[in-house]
């Protein structure tokens, strides 16, 4: 072998082994940004729920909230703020409430890439997402339902109001 075979096998080697690292660095970002989605749509949805609770407690209806938005979740304790800032997307929350009877029946959380990098990357990750969703541009909206009330204070609810009479 000459001087040139073994540079050009070592320079080969050195090569291979930067796509490795490179491809194992990828797939770590992967699983934590997927990680990092996974938490933040559970942990807002989480809170929403927790929010809807408390205002049901204290105003014994099934109602949109007041104050709804990210701030006022983490401001009340129900979300973590590190969930909200350290997403790399813009969060919003909304509720939808029934016409007739101002009943909560669903919530929103809303994700907004700053990039198109960003909106793809946003739009792969939710394919994961079980349940209902749409994207449009740079923007993810994932909608839940809104369970109503069970077992006995199902018994004590009032349809046409969306309050419960205890």
Same mark, same amino acid.
């Given at each position: 072998?000459?001087?040139? $075979?073994?540079?050009?096998?070592?320079? &080969?080697?050195?090569?291979?082994?930067?796509?490795? *690292?490179?491809?194992?660095? &990828?797939?770590?970002?992967?699983? =934590?940004?997927?990680?990092?989605?996974? =938490?933040?749509?559970?942990?807002?949805?989480?809170?929403?729920?927790?929010?809807? +609770? !408390?205002?049901?407690? =204290?105003?014994?209806?099934?109602?949109?909230?007041?104050?709804?938005?990210?701030?006022?979740? *983490?401001?009340?304790?129900?979300?973590?703020? !590190?969930? =909200?800032?350290?997403?790399?997307?813009?969060?919003?929350?909304?509720?939808?409430? !029934?016409?007739? $009877?101002? +009943?909560?029946?669903?919530?929103?959380?809303?994700?907004?890439?700053?990039?198109?990098?960003?909106?793809? +990357?946003?739009?792969?990750?939710?394919?994961?997402?079980?349940?209902?969703?749409?994207?449009?541009? +740079?923007?993810?909206?994932?909608?839940?339902?809104?369970?109503?009330?069970?077992?006995? !204070?199902?018994?004590?609810?009032?349809?046409?109001?969306?309050?419960?009479?205890?």
């Amino acid at each position: 072998m000459n001087l040139t $075979s073994l540079t050009l096998a070592s320079t &080969l080697r050195t090569l291979a082994m930067l796509g490795v *690292v490179t491809g194992l660095l &990828l797939a770590y970002n992967g699983a =934590r940004e997927k990680a990092l989605f996974e =938490r933040t749509v559970s942990g807002v949805m989480q809170a929403m729920d927790e929010q809807i +609770r !408390s205002e049901t407690e =204290r105003t014994n209806c099934l109602h949109v909230p007041i104050d709804n938005n990210i701030k006022t979740l *983490v401001s009340e304790g129900w979300l973590e703020a !590190s969930i =909200r800032d350290n997403s790399p997307w813009t969060l919003d929350i909304a509720y939808q409430a !029934s016409r007739n $009877s101002g +009943r909560v029946i669903g919530k929103h959380l809303t994700l907004t890439a700053h990039s198109s990098q960003e909106a793809t +990357r946003l739009k792969e990750l939710a394919q994961t997402v079980i349940g209902s969703w749409q994207f449009q541009g +740079r923007t993810l909206k994932i909608l839940e339902v809104v369970k109503g009330p069970t077992d006995v !204070s199902r018994m004590e609810f009032d349809p046409a109001t969306a309050c419960f009479a205890w």
